[in-house]
């Protein structure tokens, strides 16, 4: 009878989902400008060129793509060495990277967008719209031999917002810093990050559903795989699949043309190889657990919210630049300012760990500690990366973005993404 009632509250809430709306503000579009019309120096960012320029030429990288908006105006957007060494493809500024965990801000976006139309509220119990999550247990007791593990009840449900947080005890399988959780969901055969089989988000997470937590939820913070949860949970609140749901209400908006989970085939060349060194020589990754080609070919059936979307480095500073006005661009609000103080509030505590950030509803956010240690931005600037060595921050006082995209898997000497963010805070000239 439970489901019988979710199906037809879900049904009912499809009919009216209208996320995004039209807006009394009209923020412009990103667009190029020159760098000293909006405060920036030519010089110093000549100077990230030359850093950048000489990591791919001492090996460290086998290339890169670095963006830089001030004031809602590009004034950077450089492509350095190869997307592909072993083929010869040279990088370009609209080449396609797998942003893997900048997926989650998207994700979290989404959430909040139908939160804005009263479909929930953020603590929920996740199991008032996903059943499978009901009485959730801890890890108790874990027997290496064979797999077997003992639980003790939670003493909690997981809600909304620990799933939003890292702060409801689910692991993250094949890259938790728990090897018991590693074998608990390997048997159990739980998809993480990435797939070409044909495996849908909703039926990974109902098996997930049935799993032991690391924890009571709200008790620690733990990065993990919540936001696949709310990919589903996605799913179900508005009845659409999540790549039809995010196209509709947040890329076609957005003018994000090539933010996809999977490429149309007229995009796919423009897909970046994913490479690690070998032998002193960048060479493709080879396939592990997952397979890198995951956007271009397989199944194309598993909508990852935590992990499985490819973009450009200008496609994802225009999401930012939203953020940055407020929910707002180009006419089209996503979310209210309202909405926005409350993402990019402290949500976490101490949990986060401190390192001058705490953590919100989809961002890691400086501190006014984090502003004062230098070389993260203002206070308030928020950030995060991916898997697949991909970094991004936005700095509201300052309304400063930086997107800096690259492919590589370890080992990798790779120091460009604190002297990139570094660098960019120094060019800053009025």
Partial sequence: MKRIYIAIVCWMAMASVNAQTKSSQHSPELSEAAPRSVGMSDERLKKISNMLQEEVSKGNIPGAVALIAKDGKIVYHEAFGQADNQASEKMETNSIFRIASQ????????????????????????????????????????KYADTTYTTVPADNEITIRHLLTHTSGLGYGVIDRDERMKMIYHKAGITDLFTTKPITIGESVRKLA????HFTPGEQYSYSEGLDVLGYFVEVISGQPYDEFLKEHIFDPLGMEDTWFYLPEDKADR???????????????????????YPVKGAKTFFSGGAGLSSTAKDYATFLQMYLNGGELNGVRLLSRTTVRSIMGNQTGALFGGDG???GLA?????????????????????????????????????????LM???????????????RQMVGAAIDD
């Fill in 103 to 142: 997926t989650k801000a998207i994700t979290s976006t989404a959430v909040m967008m139908l939160w804005e139309e009263g479909k929930f509220q953020l603590d929920d119990p996740i199991s008032k719209y996903i059943p499978e999550f009901e009485d959730p247990q801890v890890l108790a007791g874990f």
């Fill in 363 to 403: 961002f890691g956010v400086v501190t006014a500690e984090g502003e004062a240690s230098g070389g993260m931005g203002s206070e308030g600037t928020f950030d995060w990366g991916g898997y697949f060595n991909t970094q991004y921050f936005a700095d509201p006082k300052e309304q400063v973005i930086g997107v």
């Fill in 357 to 359: 950030q705490y953590y």
């Fill in 210 to 213: 049935e799993l032991p937590l």
């Fill in 406 to 420: 690259k492919q590589t898997q370890e080992p990798v000497d790779d120091q460009t993404g604190w002297k990139f």
């Fill in 271 to 293: 897909l970046v190889t994913v490479q690690h060194k070998m032998n002193g020589e960048w060479q493709p990754y080879p396939v592990t657990f997952y397979d890198t080609e």
